[in-house]
């Protein structure tokens, strides 16, 4: 029920929606705590969760809004530059403008803005000519190519801003602007079959840098075996252990603490957590909301759990239900029924989580190492 204060707390996540999966309700109440300071950093661009019929969609949707005289002024004007910070935040707030207003055109207008400038960034075009035939030729190549085919570098690198667009709506649900927001791309993913390990220089130090520049207090890292869900999990886990080392060798700092998580592909079962975060029914509905109206590209996820028919967010909601019932065993009922805090007498879900000094995070990680690549 405590909440840190005066913290710089650096959350980090494989792909896009996995912060809001593993712990968003309690992320809504530290958020509430104006002393503390967020930064969010996506370490890999998660283009193999995209599909070509998403983005079929989103290109057509593209195409409808660039017939408009106002986004021929728009591009004249250089709004789609891509160095344009300001613009860049002008196209969430244009999305969440429609999401207010229960406006589809708008939400529509958002994610074509956004398109529009990841095109440009792409093909470094800005002509209006130009980037018609670069949609035409991108139409053509989504309504073409089979599923789970290898896509082209600038097709992943498409379908990735895509997914780097949904996690800047999500916190701008939350008043956070894209220089909070990091997106890394590192590059051991890659979209083979089998990922390539982490290296130093190119996976590794684009961690390390961060943590240089926003000296967290803080860090959330995805705290997955290998082999419980995407293997992304497992080999960011190991590049954050790397950076982290890296970092309190450089600044002596052994006070930062670590909170891991899981989320809808691996959870805790109680004795492994020390952190147990109470959900209630205001909480859940935020989760909901916020995934299905950030996360386009998941609302209808192509690689679905067994556990659940339905998005992810359902299935995270399932899971902190779950948890709640193991914690109502635990205590018994009357513990929440019957609580003099009507935080705890609201509770109807647990999030779990494992808070751990540098020294620990280290000593769990190379276990997972060992345990998972056959280290002696």
């Known amino acids: 029920m405590d909440i840190p204060k005066n913290k710089v707390i650096f959350h980090t996540a494989p792909h896009?929606?996995?912060?809001?999966?593993?712990?968003?309700?309690?992320?809504v109440r530290l958020m509430r705590e104006g002393s503390n300071t967020h930064f969010f950093n996506y370490l890999t661009s998660g283009f193999n969760a995209v599909t070509n019929n998403y983005m079929y969609k989103e290109v057509k949707n593209a195409q409808d809004f660039l017939?408009?005289?106002?986004?021929?002024?728009?591009?004249?004007?250089?709004?789609?530059?891509?160095q344009n910070t300001l613009f860049r935040d002008r196209d969430v707030y244009q999305y969440l403008d429609g999401v207010a207003a229960n406006n589809k055109f708008d939400?529509?207008?958002?994610?074509a803005r956004r398109l529009l400038r990841n095109l440009v960034e792409i093909f470094e075009e800005d002509s209006f000519?130009?980037?018609?035939?670069?949609?035409?030729?991108?139409?053509?190549?989504?309504?073409?190519?089979?599923?789970?085919?290898?896509?082209?570098?600038?097709?992943?690198?498409?379908?990735g801003m895509t997914r780097e667009w949904e996690a800047d709506i999500l916190w701008g649900f939350f008043g956070f602007s894209s220089d909070s927001v990091l997106h890394s791309r590192l590059g051991f993913y890659k979209g083979d079959i089998f990922t390539e390990e982490p290296t130093i220089v190119r996976d590794v130090m684009p961690i390390y840098e961060n943590l240089k520049r926003l000296k967290p207090d803080i860090i959330t890292v995805a705290?997955?075996?290998?082999?419980?869900?995407?293997?992304?999990?497992?080999?960011?886990?190991?590049?954050?252990?790397?950076?982290l080392k890296l970092y309190e060798k450089e600044t002596g700092r052994t006070d930062i603490k670590v909170w891991g998580y899981r989320n809808v592909w691996y959870r805790y079962h109680p004795s492994e957590a020390n952190l147990f975060i109470p959900v209630t029914h205001n909480t859940r509905a935020i989760l909901n909301d916020a995934f299905m109206n950030s996360f386009g590209s998941q609302s209808e996820a192509s690689f679905p759990s067994f556990e659940y028919d339905g998005p992810f967010s359902g299935l995270a909601q399932k899971i902190q239900v779950e948890q709640y019932q193991t914690m109502k065993t635990l205590l018994g009922r009357d513990y929440f029924y019957q609580n003099s805090d009507s935080r705890i007498r609201s509770t109807r879900g647990f999030v779990f989580l494992k808070v751990m000094d540098l020294k620990?995070?280290?000593?769990k990680s190379l276990e997972l190492r060992k345990t998972t690549e056959n280290i002696k």
């Open 129 to 159: 000519d130009n980037l018609e035939f670069r949609i035409h030729e991108l139409l053509n190549y989504f309504s073409t190519q089979y599923p789970g085919k290898k896509d082209l570098p600038y097709i992943q690198q498409l379908k």
């Open 16 to 27: 896009h929606d996995d912060i809001m999966l593993g712990y968003l309700p309690y992320l």
């Open 223 to 243: 705290f997955d075996p290998e082999g419980s869900g995407p293997d992304t999990h497992y080999k960011v886990l190991q590049a954050v252990a790397e950076a």
């Open 67 to 82: 017939k408009n005289n106002d986004f021929k002024y728009l591009l004249k004007e250089n709004y789609f530059d891509p």
């Open 360 to 363: 620990e995070f280290y000593e």
């Open 107 to 111: 939400m529509r207008e958002g994610c």
